[in-house]
Nanobody, 121 residues
Framework: QVQLVESGGGLVQAGGSLTLSCAAS????????MNWYRRPPGKQGELVAS???????NYADSVKGRFTISRDNAKNTVYLQMTSLRPEDSAVYYC???????????????WGQGTQVTVSS
C-alpha cells in the first residue's frame, strides 16, 4: 500500500502564497502521474494540477499562471506552489497518485488525507 502524506496547508490572506507538499512512501519513479485535487466547501472536487513521470504538467484554467506543480524524485515528494491566492481557492487539497498495472487494467489510485487551505479576504 502506497501512503501519501500531505502538509503545508494553512490560513493565508488573499494575494499571499502557500506551498503544499506530498510525500510518497515509495519511489515516485513507479508512479505515472501525480495530481492535486481540491474540494471547496459545499462544492464538488476538482482536478487542480497534474505531473507525469515524464515531467509534463497540466493545470486547471482557474489556476494557470498562479499555481506550479513540481516534484523532487530524490525526496519522493511532489509540491504545489500557490501564489496570488484568492478566497475561492479555499478548499481541502488532496494529493493523488496513479500507479500503472499490467495490461489494460486501470492504474491503482492512492490518496492523501487532505490539507486545508483557507484564503481570507
Amino acid at each position: 500500500q502506497v501512503q501519501l502524506v500531505e502538509s503545508g496547508g494553512g490560513l493565508v490572506q488573499a494575494g499571499g502564497s502557500l506551498t503544499l507538499s506530498c510525500a510518497a512512501s515509495i519511489s515516485i519513479f513507479s508512479i505515472s502521474t501525480m495530481n492535486w485535487y481540491r474540494r471547496p466547501p459545499g462544492k464538488q472536487g476538482e482536478l487542480v494540477a497534474s505531473i507525469t513521470d515524464g515531467g509534463s504538467t497540466n493545470y486547471a484554467d482557474s489556476v494557470k499562471g498562479r499555481f506550479t506543480i513540481s516534484r523532487d524524485n530524490a525526496k519522493n515528494t511532489v509540491y504545489l506552489q500557490m501564489t496570488s491566492l484568492r478566497p475561492e481557492d479555499s478548499a481541502v487539497y488532496y494529493c493523488n497518485a496513479l500507479r500503472p498495472r499490467w495490461g489494460s487494467q486501470p492504474p491503482y489510485n492512492y490518496w492523501g488525507q487532505g490539507t486545508q487551505v483557507t484564503v481570507s479576504s
